[in-house]
């Protein structure tokens, strides 16, 4: 039986079938009936005032001295579990299922969907619990949903309701064996609780990884059930991506998008998106179809849709020159399927995957504004209108013609959470597999567009309204008001201390004793303290100091990622290159396709002398950002380092790609003598197998950096540098020499250098002897006298040269260093002439 309970309590509602039964048999049990019905229902205040809830809490109203407010609950429900007979014992777990059920029902209601509800805590709990607490009630139970040092945002409604459900859902999960699917409504436990936490929190990570375990292994069960079994791998999409587990949330989409059936694509069609507009131009759309041996049925286990009278009003845009929606030139090709609430939830879930995958650029936009555009098409669900309709008004902020429509719709969403013509139970529909935002969060939108659109005190306003001071102290700062901004923060102390308001007032006057004050009174929890005091440190490059509150804080919550990151960097400046090398790797753990993070890494490896890991990790770095100079810099290097030639020889390539002027002439140098010299590259194979890779290379480099001699000078070494057994190869040798002397002596600066000169002395001679080796193989002889004639020629004028700039005027003697050079150098030049006579006189 519990089972037949669990899946239509996930789903959210009865299918008519299932109506009838539980009419029958389920609404008429002792303990969990009447709590089911209400729950069901809908009217999730009865299931939490009914007699047996209250007697559930409060027993005969005594408590342990001493006992907060958690350890009570948790005493009293394991009682209610255990008290009961063993015939009774699933009956009781179904009835405390209904109550944590209710629980985060009314939770999200209070928070995330409204409409508004209140409750009296003190109703709940005995008296004598209450007057024993050393702290107000409400500071009780957040300090009791205090996870990793994050505080709970203060004006979050009706906390104990999420403070029961985790004690039940986490406390006492053992002692309700016989519900199968309870991880799951821990799983949508740690949804709420953790969107309404300052930063991630790793308990709630390590919990939501195992509740997923638990619920894949009834993976039968979820075959049975396609509609529930997308639910389940959407909420998983969004747990994942909460804490940057980028490749399992892929993995879930993938499946989800599998079981609805849909092919779901980015295409261009032809429209018109101006009123102006003549002709149609290819568009921008979401092309989705539903594959053909899933032909579209009314499926009773899925959500009816809403009336649209009862859902946010989506603004039209009331532009004179933008049309409100893309006018396409044949629509019926492109028409929608009439999707589900299934359907509607892994678009969206495909477009959140989309944009926390991608960068802020105007092209993602486009794209995601596409995915919108399709479900904001069909308004049908509360939960997938409203998160569809937040995610257009973020990308329509930064647009002039959309600003105002972006405004006016976010104002009609936060003026919706008031409005009781749109039940709860509507509002639920899909609610927790679509990631809706908090109430507090669609207001902070609000008032950013407010200070978007220069109305900094209609901002202000709304900040202080909503206690979010770190926003209302900069826009204090907007205001130019910056005494103000220690003002507000020390009247709220006054009020209340708090470690968060502390922490504000250090970052205001930059002054660790406020960091301190707050890392005492924070009972040495708060994450915050030890992060903020660390980045002053920072910024006055006290390292040492700094390395350490980073350390303390990122021991309180390993989730941090910008901590990880800064921690790294303070590590370098001490040049603690294992330190940093810790820092990133935790760095990229947490955000896989962090290219900054794994560049840093690779550094620290470097430093390290461990080049191979460098390596990898720099491959990783190019993967998450393929358009960055500086990490293909580095990957040259440590390829060359390594001996990853063909990588090298790839990221020479790239480097040309991102860089008009890019030229290494030492990595070209290491190139070509691996080939020569036929050296083993990193895989133990032989470089000479890279030979034509290289010569294509050089081409490349040589055609744009056509006047630098040395690479020339690589290129002819390539083919032998004119002593290869292929006549063909030292004729292009030759080709390459010349180019390479023409180049050198068209440079200045060397001839006033005796050593300089020598070196250029002895590269020409090479040039003449390969002359001489080329013409005596050649079979025409004209040919041969005019290669020659140039070699001579070029040879003659470096002699010339050397003797007017470098002759003693006293001795008449060539300079020393350069006597022998010059002497070797005359001997080619008659030998090359003595060779072009032989052959002018073998032509006659």
Known sequence: ?????????????????????WKQSIFSTSEAGSLLESLMEGDFEAVLLSPQVLDLLTGDGSCSEGEDIEAHLEKRVLLYLTSGTKDDQNNRELAVMALAVSCLHMFAQSNWTGPPVSIHVSDLLPQALLSSQTQTLVEAIHSSLLLDGETVYSLVANPFLLLLARVILTKCSLKMDSLQLL???????INLHQQILEARSPQLLNLAQSSMDKVLKCQSLLSEHRNLAIHFHLECVYINLTYYEYQPAKEHIKKAQELSGLTINMTGALGKRTYFQQKYLAQLILEVKRKQEQPCQTDEATPTPTPQASLPKDYSLGDDTVMDKINLAEPDQYELPDLSAEEQAVILGICTDFQKNNPVHKLTAEELLAFTS?????????????TALCLRTKLEKGSSRCVERAMMQTQVIVDHFEDKNCPVTERLKGFYFCQAPTRWSVQKQLASLLMDLGCNSSALLLYEKLELWEDAVICHERLGQHGKAEEIVRHELEKKET???????????????????????SGQRSARAMRSKALLHLRNKEFQQCVDCFEHSVKINTMQLGVWFSLGCAYFALEGYEGAAKAFQRCVGLEPDNAEAWNNLSTAYIRLQKKNKAFRTLQEALKCNFEHWQIWENFIVVSIDIGEFAEAIRAYHRLMDLRENYKDIQILQILVRAVVENLMDSH?????????KVKELLGRVSSRHSSDSEIWQQYALLYGDGHSSDPEDNEKALQF?????????????????????????KKAINMGEVTISCCKKKAN???????????????KSLATKAKQMHTDVATGQIHGELQDGVTALEQVITDLQELSGKLRDQSQ
């Open 1 to 21: 039986m519990p089972l037949d309970v669990e899946i239509p309590l996930l789903r959210g509602f009865l299918t008519p079938s299932e109506a009838a039964e």
């Open 183 to 189: 991880p799951w409504w821990t799983l949508r436990y």
């Open 374 to 386: 399709c479900i904001l098409s069909q308004p049908k669900f509360w939960a997938v209108e409203v």
């Open 499 to 521: 470690p968060s308001l502390y922490c504000l007032l250090g970052d205001i006057l930059r002054d660790h004793q406020y960091y301190d004050r707050a890392w005492e009174l």
């Open 684 to 692: 133990g194979e032989q470089a000479v197998t890279l030979r034509s």
């Open 737 to 761: 020499l010349s180019k390479a002397h023409r180049c050198k002596v068209q440079t200045g600066g060397w001839e006033k250098e005796p050593a300089l000169f020598k070196e250029v002395i």
């Open 781 to 795: 002889p004209t040919e041969a006298v005019q290669m020659l004639s140039s070699t001579r020629l070029s040879l």
